[in-house]
């Protein structure tokens, strides 16, 4: 019998987490075939088998986090039969009572219907070890407590593990489970926001005929590859706005505010699948609009391709959502702790606007706050919005 | 301006001030008066206080305590003196069918203020007979109360509110703290209802009482060179429980180690682990563990009777358990 062990991937590497399995019990293996990938601390990495034999079985499960060395299959060595105490170690095969347990529980999986594979542990019809205090801590949490993986012991899952899986921004997870474990990464986060952060909201009908004839005037100039969007311009609005309203923009830590000394702009970007990630725009104030529009556009190629640095994951210390042309009138959202505000935008839309004892269609975005009552009050909050709408009536200027 | 001195000298203290303070107060028991008592507890108590108030008993454990029962009933405030919870069981009708249950009985209107004090526990090589710890039996009855100190202050100050009591107290004095020394704190009093924090901590709740106090303490000092931060909660009185001091530390610490020399079937810590499992289940992150006494009568030998017992070592691995 051949031990597959996980692999040291680099100097530093002490631990990985099994993404996926290119193999499945019985498959035969030929040396340097990838056979799994795991998830370092830096970047998934196919690894590969160095022996030839056939798949017994499969130890590790994808999510599982294991020390290098960790035993992860079993391979039969050529001419190699299965052992006897193998083939009964699978006494649940057939048996209906055990399929029936087996599908009413997303923790445990099928077994094959050849047999060859007996469940990774937890055994079928045993029930996982979740710490009372886990489960508690988990249902506050939001995390789906029984996809983890315990540390416990015999595999317990505790309250250490349900908090590490909601700290952690983005859960390795096998490809399937993804958008289950973002959700969970959501859940988590909004959970905590909403328990622990006490909103107010604050909104500002903003008219933006002004800056949208100067987009189109400035557009009309460019080529088609350096084109600015509407957003850009929002954004830039913020990142501005933001320099004299510093009790927005920063976090709040150990119980108190920590004012940031740039405006990293997280960008709540949607994901086709599902979801949605907020990366940063690093330092946007201090940048010139074409640039802050080249860099939206790349952050938003990169996040739907999956190839953020972690530095644009964790920096952001206010976030903008944007709910685009398909979106509602305004959004009034939830703060991406440990952060302390959040402006969102609704759709640009031809309203009717009041002016002067006239009316008239303009076109008009719904800007609102969402921000920590902890750290600043609603009046300031308005007069934040107001200055927005007063540098989107100055486009030029922001074009600097 | 606290003081050094030892448990046995806090509790002479706290006796001597009683018998001073209130001419109703006796001490009656098996050699407490020309002998100084079995353990020098009441050591020149006969000179200064005169037979008619400290009282030689004869070896009749069921007759003194009896004795004692009719003398609160008659207006006094006895302190009876029963040389181990091993020779108490002869008085058990005393204290459990009688003493216990005179309030109720009566429909109120008697009771029978009486304090019962009283060894416990092993280490001192006495053998079987002399070593047992028993006090979960009587933290089993309703009608009394029961008390453990465990440390110089309690030994100084958990009498007076146990002779100002309308009911009967015991009080179990583990024999293997009366060499303890230490500072008694400057203070008035302390209450005999609640719980008492000895150490903070936030990984792991180490519940004892008693003769155990000392060992899981420094079972937590061990620990906390390992980085395992242990909050030692002293239960002092075990009956009634403070189930929301025990509820406090565990809600903190999510793990909990109950420690007593109890033997473990159906002993005092049972009681403990029970209390938990009812009030702070969803606390927990880890099977209550417990450390116990062995299932044995306590052995003679030295290092029979050390195995036997709970020991600083044994309270870590079992703490280390919890984190394996």
Known sequence: MIEFRLPSLGADMDEGTLLEWKVKPGDRVEKGQVIAIVDTAKAAIDVECWQEGTVHRLIAEPGQKMPVGTVMALLLEPGETVPAEAATATPHTGSNESREVSSGSGALREVGAGGTAPPPAPEAGERRRISPAARKRAAELGVAVEKLIGSGPQGAVTLEDVEKAAARPAPAAPPGDRFLAMRQTIAAAMSRSKREIPHYYVSEDIPLARMLAWLQETNAQRPMTERLLPAAVLLKAVARALANYPELNGHYRDGAFQPAQAVHLGVAISLRAGGLIAPAILDAGAKPLTKLMQELADLVRRTRAGSLKSAELSAATITVTNLGDQGSHGVFGVITPPQVALVGFGRIAERPWAENGGLKALPVVTASLSADHRVSDGHRGALFLRELSDLLQQPEELAR | ?324
């Open chain 2, 1 to 324: 301006m606290s003081r050094k001195l030892t448990y046995r000298e806090a509790m002479r203290e706290a006796m001597r001030e009683a018998l001073q303070r209130d001419p109703r107060v006796i001490l009656i028991g098996e050699d407490v008066g020309r002998y100084g008592g079995t353990y020098a507890f009441s050591k020149g108590f006969l000179d200064e206080f005169g037979p008619e108030r400290i009282r030689d008993t004869p070896l009749a454990e069921l007759g003194f305590v009896g004795t004692g029962i009719g003398a609160a009933l008659g207006g006094l405030r006895p302190i009876v003196e029963v040389m181990t919870v091993n020779f108490s069981l002869l008085a058990l009708d005393q204290i459990v069918n009688t003493a216990a249950l005179f309030h109720h009985m009566s429909g109120g209107q008697f009771s029978v203020p009486l304090v019962i004090r009283m060894a416990t526990g092993a280490g001192r090589q006495l053998a079987a007979q002399h070593s047992h710890s028993l006090e979960g039996w009587y933290a089993h009855i309703p009608g009394i109360k029961v008390l453990a100190p465990a440390t110089i202050e309690d030994a100084r100050h958990m009498l007076a509110p146990a002779l100002a009591d309308p009911d009967p107290v015991v009080i179990f004095e583990h024999a293997g703290l009366f060499n303890l020394e230490g500072e008694l704190p400057d203070i008035d009093g302390v209450d005999i209802a609640s719980a008492k924090l000895r150490r903070t901590g936030r990984d792991v709740a180490l519940i004892t009482y008693g003769g155990c106090l000392p060992k899981t303490l420094a079972a937590a000092e061990m620990l906390a060179a390992e980085g395992i931060e242990a909050e030692v909660l002293d239960l002092r009185v075990l009956r009634p429980l403070d189930t929301a001091g025990i509820v406090a530390t565990v809600a903190k610490c999510h793990r909990a180690v109950v420690i007593d020399e109890n033997w473990k079937s159906g002993g005092f810590a049972a009681e403990v682990m029970a209390r938990i499992m009812e009030n702070a289940f969803y606390e927990l992150d880890a099977p209550v563990a417990r450390v116990c006494a062995e299932e044995v009568p306590i052995p003679y030998a030295k290092h029979l009777e050390e195995a036997a017992l709970p020991q600083a070592e044994k309270i870590v691995a079992a703490v280390k358990e919890m984190f394996a």
